[in-house]
T-cell receptor, first 114, second 116 residues
């Protein structure tokens, strides 16, 4: 069975500081991995995804993530935090099968202080 | 990009009544749609998989007689919460992968249900 673990339910950074949100997965098959962002009372917005190919994936809003199979990790980073980055972030995993539901981590709340 | 809509975005109903939530794929067809529930400050939990033309598949612990799902067309799935109770108050989100596309999945904006 697939699962996702997000380390740290709450991460606080200062504006301009590095953002690092951790995600580890468990999957019996090569996974597809996703990061989503959710603002209060809104749906999910896809930040980036890893399917195949290059292990360093660049997404929107300056975020990127690196798939490390040996560490079963897919950590999300951004070099310089902005106030508008404050939100809830979810890591999710899916297998190769078309139309498979995503399995989500518990989420990490990112706070950005000025 | 592909768009998934939900209606209504926010609904308040009295305990014991039923409420229907619609999920539509606006510019693509989806043979499968997913329904998630999200309680405050928690993650999304898959409730059921909606399949066009066949019965929905429910996750363990989800009452199929309480949460009725109908996938009437390739662009519409509905979730009806029957005999709603305050504990059903939650944020309901649907998602849909375009048919035949392996990994793309698009999420609706969510429906906030409050049962009084």
């Amino acid at each position: 069975a697939q699962s996702v673990t997000q380390l740290g339910s709450h991460v606080s950074v200062s504006e301009g500081a590095l953002v690092l949100l951790r995600c580890n997965y468990s999957s019996s098959v090569p996974p597809y991995l996703f990061w989503y962002v959710q603002y209060p009372n809104q749906g999910l917005q896809l930040l980036l995804k890893y399917t195949t190919g290059a292990t360093l994936v660049k997404g929107i809003n300056g975020f990127e993530a690196e798939f490390k199979k040996s560490e079963t990790s897919f950590h999300l980073t951004k070099p310089s935090a902005h106030m508008s980055d404050a939100a809830e972030y979810f890591c999710a995993v899916s297998d190769y099968q078309a139309g498979t539901a995503l399995i989500f981590g518990k989420g990490t709340t990112l706070s950005v202080s000025s | 990009g592909a768009v998934v809509s939900q209606h209504p975005s926010w609904v308040i109903c009295k305990s014991g009544t039923s409420v229907k939530i619609e999920c539509r794929s606006l510019d693509f067809q989806a043979t499968t749609m997913f329904w998630y529930r999200q309680f405050p400050k928690q993650s999304l939990m898959l409730m059921a998989t909606s399949n066009e033309g066949s019965k929905a598949t429910y996750e363990q612990g989800v009452e199929k007689d309480k949460f009725l799902i109908n996938h009437a067309s390739l662009t519409l799935s509905t979730l009806t919460v029957t005999s709603a109770h305050p504990e059903d108050s939650s944020f309901y989100i649907c998602s849909a992968p375009p048919s035949g596309v392996v990994y793309e999945q698009y999420f609706g904006p969510g429906t906030r249900l409050t049962v009084t």
